[in-house]
């Protein structure tokens, strides 16, 4: 199934893939680029918050990844490998060069996956917001979802709720993504998003891509970034712990961590402010 034009804004445009999928896009803004890549079942318009002020500064793509948002909802593709596919051809498409790319999440897996195949010739920065490189912990790894608690087992049992009340694990889930979350803040949450008019993302998207992040390994990746990078992150109790950024910055030359005090995983939206302050930061260092 794909997401009718009448659906998509006036002011995004559509880029179609090697494998025929569309992908909506927006480029706001004059001068260097910076990328934003959202989460999981989120979309672009998670970074509503910061591209305005970003875009004075910088040229700034967002993008939907296939099956979210105002993109295509095929029946195939959902995998990391392709999601970074899919940004390399769009970077080509768009003849763009020397960019800085920040990957929030599943974003950020994606960020990995593209210099897996890719390398780092087209980029000039990273920034990874709130992630780990090993999301399913085992008995060698516990610095994965869920402060190093999420294994194999819960995963199976997650997978068969979504197919079986997607609803219900999402209530679940948005409790541990942010902590302070209440029951009314969840209503006006989903008040919101169906006043938005943004199509919710495809339950085979989203079944799809968590099978991917929970089979994902880019711990050797890590060291194949050869770029500046920072690390941001929300300090309140979420998914992922202050050691899982220590590890990846102990495996990236330079990296530094950014906390975002009273923050969770949301930290683009609860902390626009400091988001945009420390990225127009390290664009500057970065250029």
Not at 174 to 190: F, I, N, R, S
Request: proline share 3%; aromatic share 12%.
């Amino acid at each position: 199934m794909e997401v009718g034009p009448q659906l998509r804004k006036e002011y995004e445009v559509i880029f179609t893939t090697s494998d025929k999928v569309e992908l909506s896009y927006e480029l706001k803004g004059d001068g260097r680029t910076i990328v934003l890549i959202h989460g999981w079942s989120g979309n672009s318009d998670n970074f509503k918050p910061v591209v305005e002020e970003l875009s004075k500064n910088y040229r700034v793509l967002t993008y939907d990844h296939r099956g979210h948002g105002f993109s295509g909802h095929p029946l195939y593709g959902y995998s990391l490998e392709r999601l970074a596919q899919d940004l390399e051809e769009l970077l080509e498409y768009l003849s763009l060069e020397d960019v800085l790319l920040v990957g929030w999440s599943m974003g950020a897996m994606t960020l990995f996956d593209y210099v897996r195949q890719f390398g780092t010739a087209r980029l000039s920065g990273v920034v990874i917001v709130d992630m780990t490189p090993k999301l399913m912990n085992d008995g060698d790894w516990k610095l994965g979802l869920y402060d190093g608690s999420y294994e194999k087992t819960q995963s199976d049992r997650d997978l068969s709720q979504m197919f079986s009340r997607f609803d219900l694990f999402t209530v679940d889930f948005m409790k541990k993504v942010m902590p302070y979350l209440t029951d009314e803040l969840m209503l006006q949450m989903a008040e919101q998003q169906a006043a938005s008019g943004i199509p919710e993302p495809s339950l085979l998207a989203l079944t799809g891509l968590w099978h991917a992040m929970g089979t994902a390994d880019y711990r050797e990746d890590l060291k194949k970034i050869d770029l500046p990078t920072r690390i941001f992150r929300g300090q309140l109790k979420s998914l992922y712990s202050r050691e899982t950024a220590d590890y990846i910055s102990e495996r990236i030359p330079g990296c530094k961590i950014i906390e975002f005090e009273g923050a969770s995983h949301m930290l683009a939206i609860e902390r626009a402010d400091k988001f945009v302050k420390e990225l127009g930061e390290f664009a500057q260092e970065v250029w």
